[in-house]
């Protein structure tokens, strides 16, 4: 039996919380005036995309006492930016990450349910969690959740937003045809929820929205993570994008939905993705070395090797060698509120690991580090990489991508003119939406109304 051709899922990741952004090009615009989330998001829109993606922080990273300056210091709220775009967008889909750790489920639940109603039903939650006292120390609760309870409280959290999200009886308004009177419509209904980490009660005072809930996005890359997305998630992001690595974290993932009753199909697998494209894929090749270059730079090198050697390195030459002293592994102070610091689980091995390929390949301190932090997915002509996207997608490496430009805002354009339609052409990517919400853009079954929950348990 010959396997169904796939259709490519394709979304934009306004980025900034990361080294991927190159801010020395002239063509780096603001992130912060609204104009640049605008633009971002209207060519993501124009180029069919399913949805645009913010991340968030809840704290200014540091680095040897003071602020990192190499990430975005001051970006906007994310709901404000979101429900913004969804007055200059009509069908992309809007994704933000709220924290589930520092904020509470009935806020929450209030501001998705407004975004997708405002939106017409664009809304998607990216569901993280924080476990560390130092971004906890801008909250009441600071600190106070061990590290091994944060899925624990997820799941609650996320159960609880589904109780208020489901809680309105009725799904729509009634009038008389003939006289415009008023005869039915949705009502609020109570809810209550009592465990160990929430204790609340009341009515839910936002009706049911189009979406019914926003959709669920999940990032973790545990085995909890990966079994909170499996029973929890719409779609989950992903950092295995080689093909090899990729296709294994695939049947992981899905090979898991069983046991929730799930079908394979009812969750997605996005990974990110970097780009860079030129006339040939020389050039592009080319190109993407001096992207590297800039993204990393001499003082960007010595900022990430102190996240690993816990150590000030602040005196040492980014175009010389490694440090011969060995990464301190005690608990990390020169770093805080980096989620790749958490990464290295045994900084000596992988310094060890870092020292290895320096000498083996005579690579310096920049050198080794625009080795090993990553770089570009897809580099090439235009054709060349449509091709790499279709090639991982129909061998099950993905199911799409969440495109990262280095360039914003405009750092999206050029993909959208030139990639876009030969993968339209292919007849692997929609030439227009075919649906007006995100969970339509993304092939998911719509959720039951409420009418049918009370319905089915009855």
Known sequence: MTKPIKQIHLAAHFPGVNNTTVWSDPRSGSHIEFGSFARFARTAERAKFDFLFLAEGLRLREQNGLIYDLDVVGRP??????????????????????NSTFNEPYEVA??????????????????????DAFTGENFRRGGFLPQDQRYSRARAFLETAWELFDSW????????????????????????????HFDIRGNFNVPRSPQGRPVIFQAGDSDGGREFAASSADAIFSRHGTLEDGQAFYEDVKGRLARYGRAREE???????????????????????????????????????????????????????????DPDPAENTVARGRASVRMHRDPLAVAAQWRAKAE????????????????QSFIGAPATVAGQINTLVQADASDGFILVPHITPGGLDE??????????????????????????HLGLAPLPSRAALSRAAS
């Open 169 to 196: 009886h009725g799904d729509e308004f009634i009038a008389d045809k003939e006289t415009g009177q008023f005869l039915a419509g949705p009502e609020p209904g109570a809810f209550e929820r009592a465990d160990q």
């Open 77 to 98: 709220d994310t709901f404000t930016v979101l429900a913004a775009l969804a007055a200059v967008t009509g069908r992309l889909g809007l994704a933000g990450t709220i």
């Open 415 to 440: 993909f959208a003119d030139t990639v876009v339609p030969i993968l339209q052409e292919r007849g692997v990517f929609r030439a227009d939406y075919e649906g007006t919400t995100l969970r339509e």
């Open 360 to 375: 083996a390949e005579k690579l310096s301190i920049r050198e080794l580090i625009i080795e090993v932090t990553g770089r």
């Open 267 to 325: 969750l997605l697998i996005l990974p990110a993705a970097t780009f860079v494209l030129a006339g040939t894929d020389a050039e592009a090749a080319e190109l993407a070395r001096e992207v590297r270059l800039q993204q990393v730079s001499g003082q960007t090198a010595i900022k990430l090797l102190e996240q690993l050697w816990n150590r000030d390195l602040s005196g040492y030459d980014p175009d010389g060698p490694l440090p011969g002293i």
């Open 110 to 131: 209030r501001q998705f349910a407004s975004l997708d109603h405002l939106s017409g039903g664009r809304a998607a939650w990216n569901v993280v969690t924080s476990w």
